[in-house]
């Protein structure tokens, strides 16, 4: 009798250990899933703070607005290309113009002589996934 007691504090240890081991796998399992889609966003961050390009000079004149983006200095991301949205005084769209960007300083036209502020996104084409665009924080400039 005191052989089957010895025997069965064994067993309840060793199911207690798998127990334990397959809880940690599970685990690890989630928290890897949630620290892989967060590193994605912290690379797409890092991109858009290493970007460095900001409006240099907008010309609304006639139409269509020019828009010159510049390059700062220590810049070293090179971003896909740029989103730029049109508005006028009451903050209506007056136009939306989306870029590749080829060189910098880059120039393009957009919106009309009626735009009074232009809101800039620059964009990063995904690396896995080229139909998914990462865009940055808007950079916005009165005309």
């Known amino acids: ?63 269509p607005c020019s828009v010159v983006m510049k390059r700062q200095v220590g810049a070293n991301a090179n971003p896909d290309g740029l989103t730029a949205v049109f508005t006028d005084v009451n903050g209506g769209l007056v136009g939306t113009t989306i870029v590749a960007i080829t060189s910098v300083p880059q120039t393009f036209t957009g919106g009309t002589d009626a735009a009074t502020d232009v809101s800039v996104r620059v964009y990063f084409n995904d690396t896995e996934d080229p139909s998914v665009i990462h865009e940055c924080q808007p950079v916005t400039q009165a005309v």
């Open 1 to 63: 009798m005191n052989n089957k007691k010895a025997i069965s504090g064994i067993i309840i240890t060793v199911v207690l250990v798998v127990l334990v081991l397959v809880s940690i796998t599970i685990v690890w399992n989630v928290i890897s899933d949630i620290i892989a889609d967060q590193a994605g966003n912290v690379d797409s961050e890092a991109q858009c703070i290493g970007a460095g390009l900001t409006v240099s000079s907008i010309n609304c004149d006639a139409t």
